[in-house]
Each structure stands twice: as C-alpha cells, then as structure tokens.
C-alpha cells in the first residue's frame, strides 16, 4: 500500500483528521450550492456541519483533561507563553457549554426567549473569533522565536548544521502557513458575529463559504505537508 494512502488513512482514522475532512466537505458543498444557487447542496453542507457540532457535544472531558495537565503553562519557556496559554485553555472550555445551550435551544430541549438566544448565539461566535485571535498571536511569536534560531544557528558557523538549518527553514515556512490559515478563519468568525461587531454579517454567504473552503484545504494540505517534510 502506498505512503500516500496510508497517510490519508492515517488522516481519516483520528478525530481531528476526519473532522477536517468533514469541514472541507462541508464548505465545499455550500460553495458550490451559493454559487449555482442549489439550496439542496447547501442544506447538505449544514449537515455536515452539524455532525461536526455532534462530535463536539463529547469534548468537554478531553478539554478539562488538557486545561488541567496545562495548569498554569509553567513549563513555558515565557510567562507571556503561559499566559497565553491559559487564555487559550480558559476560552476554549468556556466555548463548550455556550455551544450545547445553543444547540439544546435549537433542538427544543430549552426554550430560550429570543434575545437570550441571539445573546448565547453572540457569545459563542465570540469566543470561537477570541480563540483564533489568541492562537494567532502564538503562531506570530512561534515565527519570531523560529525566525531568532534560525539567525543564531547562521551566526554560529559558516557552514553550519544544514540539516537543522534545513528543518528550521521548513517550520518556519509552515507557520507562516498556519498564520495565514487563521487569519481566514478569523474572517470567517467575525463575520458570523451580528452587525456591527467589525466586519460581522458584511461578507456574503458565497464569500464565507469559499474563505472557509480554502482554510480547509490548507489545513489538510499542512497536514501532510508536516508528515512529509518535518521526517
């Protein structure tokens, strides 16, 4: 069996890799459905989208585990790190439950009054545009701490370690990649904010839908792009 297929096995057998399956399919289908106007395709692509949010339902524990063994980021190299850090867990956990009251609410099993819906709705499209933000942030200061090694191993000698040089040349490259991806998926989070939060409900549905299409695809891309070459 071939390395490739093996690798797409690989993908789809662990949960975040199915799931960035999923999500490209999800936005593939609504991309399609907005452009040729097929309601069909993009009531397909909410589907998916909502088996996303199903699996989602289930990662509370994972979460608590993650957030605890974290602590308070000691290990960090920096205490802005582990600041970080913390946010990011703090966020995270707390965008959990938001999500399941909007979800027990659309379902029925609450019976919400309208504004304290929109409100819940408002919170946990916050707190998805405030993780991304943070996750940025690390990946600028994960890029300046790569970009300082990177000078420091051409300083150390002339010739120097190529091999290392090398894979901080192609780590370096990724994280630029990575922030990319984020600042698209931050312009798909903020614009599912209501109107007048920056920019929230000025993209159309096909603009969304084809920013979405694209982090997905370089999600995967960066996937393998990682088994390949940091080997």
Not at 61 to 73: D, S
Not at 93 to 116: M, R
Not at 123 to 129: D, N, P
Request: with cysteine; charged share 20%.
């Amino acid at each position: 069996m071939s390395s490739t297929l093996e690798d797409i096995c690989e993908l789809l057998e662990s949960y975040n890799g199915r799931d960035k399956v999923v999500r490209l399919a999800c936005y593939v289908f609504k991309l399609y459905g907005c452009i040729k106007d097929e309601k069909a395709w993009q009531a397909a692509g909410s589907r998916l989208s909502n088996a996303r949010l199903m699996l989602r339902l289930f990662d509370d524990v994972p979460m608590i585990r993650h957030t605890y063994n974290y602590g308070l980021g000691r290990h960090e190299p920096t205490r802005v790190a582990a600041i970080l850090g913390v946010l990011a867990n703090m966020v995270d956990q707390a965008f959990l439950p938001v999500e399941k009251v909007c979800w027990l609410n659309d379902v029925g099993v609450l019976k919400l009054s309208p504004q304290t819906a929109y409100t819940f709705d408002t919170i946990s499209t916050g707190l998805w545009a405030a993780s991304l933000y943070i996750s940025l942030i690390q990946t600028i200061r994960s890029i300046h701490q790569l970009s300082w090694s990177r000078d420091c191993l051409k300083k150390s000698s002339e010739n120097g370690d190529t091999d290392a040089r090398r894979k901080l040349d192609v780590r370096l490259a990724l994280q630029f990649v990575t922030a990319g991806k984020q600042c698209l998926d931050i312009a798909h989070a903020v614009s599912c904010l209501p109107s007048g939060w920056l920019w929230g409900e000025k993209l159309g549905a096909t603009t969304v839908a084809a920013i979405a299409t694209t982090s997905s695809i370089i999600g995967i891309a960066m996937y393998f792009a990682r088994k390949r070459l940091l080997r």
